[in-house]
């Protein structure tokens, strides 16, 4: 298969695979996927662009992560070949993968020995470390922006309902102020004034 094949092929699956993405709900985190004319068949590579303090990350902000790593089994390392990258692995699966590390660090592979041994032996000093990163980062948030509360998306606008909202107008329109009791008194009254006047009638007959 020739290399412009290859490339338009891995543009493809990439695109697919970017427009189920855009339907999911995601943390913020920088950081950026490159793709060779390979893909699928070669891993990415991944790389943060904040400095975050972690076991499996790197001071360039390079990722150690066993999925990113070239298919087949490593003798050296260990990693079979389930853990490593396949063809049928996708950005989703590198998104995950990478969320369930950030969580739950890979001390025995370290990238930063470092932040691993601080991480195994004095969790508090780690912990301290990581917010003191997070909290340099912010400095890099643009001032218009809104930290989200929740994961979930906002609910939409509850449509207003235009004809609730002029019948209700025109009803106070049509209020002219009279009072239902005082008409009702004023037909009463005509109805016994109108009888009277026929019993009186009767009588002088």
């Known amino acids: 298969m020739s290399s412009s094949r290859l490339a338009g092929g891995a543009k493809h699956r990439l695109m697919s695979e970017m427009q189920e993405l855009s339907k999911e709900k995601w943390v913020n985190i920088d950081a950026e996927m490159t793709f060779t004319e390979e893909y699928p068949y070669q891993p990415p590579t991944f790389r943060f662009l904040i400095p975050i303090y972690h076991p499996n990350i790197y001071p360039d902000g390079k990722l150690c992560i ?53 991480y195994r032996d004095d969790r508090a000093t780690y912990n301290k470390k990581a917010r003191e990163i997070v909290e340099k980062s912010k400095s890099d948030i643009p001032s218009d922006f809104v930290m989200p509360t929740s994961l979930e998306p906002p609910p939409p ?30 037909l009463a009254e005509f109805d016994e004034d109108g009888e009277d006047d026929g019993a009186s009638d009767d009588d002088d007959n």
């Open 66 to 118: 066993s999925i990113l790593h070239t298919p087949g089994e490593d003798l050296m390392s260990g990693e079979q070949a389930s853990e490593r990258w396949s063809p049928l692995q996708g950005v989703e699966s590198v998104l995950r993968s990478v969320l369930l590390l950030l969580d739950d660090p890979e001390i025995n592979s370290p990238a930063n020995v470092d932040a691993s041994v601080t």
């Open 157 to 186: 606008p509850k449509p207003v309902d235009d004809d609730a909202a002029f019948w209700a107008e025109s009803d106070e329109e049509l209020d002219f102020g009279g009072s239902d009791t005082g008409e009702d008194a004023e």
